[in-house]
């Protein structure tokens, strides 16, 4: 564990927090994509499936046990709360997210670590991870106005994995043998996603604007 590494999972989870104050309190899911939402909530089954296994620490344990949680109370909100799902924008949200799925487990099955169920499945949940936003991107653009909690949303899951490239570099100079290229260029795939993203957020904080991204 070292500053950058908690500072990426204190921001992964205030992205959540977010997400949920808006689900849970305002009763909406406007401009939050179910197509991402089912990604991710597969990425942490897929990913932490170890936790029946292995025991690494109370942290590491709990950890897992929020991204589960939440990621699949944020679907259930989504598609049967009756309330929030009259706000869903399905019309807008019709990115073919299923198709990004068989690919990255291909993908897997061809370049991993280690060939074993788990690592399989871990390195699945990476590839898929790296493309999970991409249905919440595109239904940004299509609806182009965008409410601060899902800018916040966004921008706190991009800075999340910022956090963790910074690890990365940290713990390469200051850990021998760590060399992760799976884990590393799916995470700079997955960061460059939100390149674009990033310059209209700060280009609207600069001139004091509602976010907006170009059709």
Same mark, same amino acid.
């Given at each position: 564990?070292?500053?950058?590494?908690?500072?990426? !999972?204190?921001?992964?989870?205030?992205?959540?927090?977010?997400?949920?104050?808006?689900?849970?309190? =305002?009763?909406? *899911?406007?401009?939050?994509?179910?197509?991402?939402?089912?990604?991710?909530?597969?990425?942490?089954?897929?990913?932490?499936?170890?936790?029946?296994?292995?025991?690494?620490? @109370?942290?590491?344990?709990?950890?897992?046990? @929020?991204?589960?949680?939440?990621?699949?109370? =944020?679907?259930?909100?989504?598609?049967?709360?009756?309330?929030? +799902?009259?706000?869903? !924008?399905?019309?807008? !949200?019709?990115?073919?997210?299923?198709?990004?799925?068989?690919? *990255?487990?291909?993908?897997?099955?061809? @370049? +991993?670590?280690?060939?074993?169920?788990?690592?399989?499945?871990?390195?699945?949940?990476?590839?898929?991870?790296?493309?999970? @936003?991409?249905?919440?991107?595109?239904?940004? &653009?299509?609806?182009?106005?965008? !409410?601060?909690?899902?800018?916040?949303?966004?921008?706190?899951?991009?800075?999340?994995?910022?956090?963790?490239?910074?690890?990365?570099?940290?713990?390469?100079?200051?850990?021998? +043998?760590?060399?992760?290229?799976?884990?590393?260029?799916?995470?700079?795939? &997955?960061?460059?996603?939100?390149?674009?993203?990033?310059?209209?957020?700060?280009?609207?904080?600069?001139?004091?604007?509602?976010?907006?991204?170009?059709?």
């Amino acid at each position: 564990m070292n500053i950058f590494r908690l500072a990426g !999972d204190m921001t992964h989870l205030a992205s959540v927090l977010v997400l949920l104050l808006k689900i849970h309190t =305002i009763k909406s *899911c406007a401009g939050v994509s179910l197509k991402t939402q089912e990604l991710y909530a597969i990425v942490f089954a897929m990913r932490y499936l170890d936790i029946l296994t292995s025991f690494y620490s @109370i942290y590491n344990t709990l950890m897992k046990l @929020i991204f589960l949680g939440s990621s699949f109370s =944020i679907v259930w909100y989504m598609k049967y709360h009756k309330a929030v +799902h009259r706000t869903y !924008d399905r019309d807008q !949200d019709t990115f073919r997210h299923w198709f990004l799925v068989l690919p *990255c487990l291909l993908l897997a099955l061809i @370049i +991993h670590e280690k060939f074993t169920f788990l690592e399989v499945l871990w390195t699945f949940s990476l590839y898929l991870e790296a493309v999970a @936003i991409l249905p919440q991107l595109v239904l940004l &653009q299509r609806t182009r106005n965008i !409410d601060n909690l899902t800018g916040q949303y966004i921008f706190l899951l991009g800075g999340y994995r910022g956090f963790y490239i910074l690890n990365w570099i940290y713990r390469y100079f200051t850990e021998p +043998h760590y060399v992760h290229w799976i884990t590393w260029i799916s995470g700079v795939v &997955q960061t460059l996603l939100y390149a674009d993203f990033f310059y209209y957020y700060f280009q609207s904080w600069k001139n004091n604007k509602k976010l907006q991204l170009p059709a």
